[in-house]
Nanobody, 128 residues
Framework: VQLQASGGGLVQAGGSLRLSCAYS?????????MGWFRQAPGKEREFVAA????????YYADSVKGRFTISRDNAKNTVYLQMNSLKPEDTAVYYC?????????????????????WGQGTLVTVSS
């Protein structure tokens, strides 16, 4: 399994970015629940958003709720994270992850240990 994250960059506060994570592997993409996590310098990795295998359930960290939207296109083997109203505190390396058990719950979605595969990360920098 390979997860290729892209779309990061430098943006001013209040701006928007859309991250993409392209999946490649032996199993069909829609078998996987997908998540986004981030890690800021000097801080621990934290959950951002997750989506179940068919997009029927989504989960968000309180810090991004109402600003970020996770979605997936199973035909394109890709999961997205639309980030609006960005704040300097959103600055971090963003990682996508795949959970082999595609049915995420509110408990499992936020737990990084639930995910089996991780992408390489893409850096998002929000200037004030």
């Amino acid at each position: 399994v390979q997860l290729q994250a892209s779309g990061g960059g430098l943006v001013q506060a209040g701006g928007s970015l859309r991250l993409s994570c392209a999946y490649s592997g032996g199993r069909t993409f829609n078998n996987y629940g997908m998540g986004w996590f981030r890690q800021a310098p000097g801080k621990e990795r934290e959950f951002v958003a997750a989506i179940s295998w068919n997009g029927g359930n989504t989960y968000y960290a309180d810090s991004v709720k109402g600003r970020f939207t996770i979605s997936r296109d199973n035909a394109k083997n890709t999961v997205y994270l639309q980030m609006n109203s960005l704040k300097p505190e959103d600055t971090a390396v963003y990682y996508c992850a795949a959970d082999t058990y595609g049915v995420l719950t509110a408990t499992s979605a936020v737990d990084g240990d639930e995910y089996d595969y991780w992408g390489q990360g893409t850096l998002v920098t929000v200037s004030s």
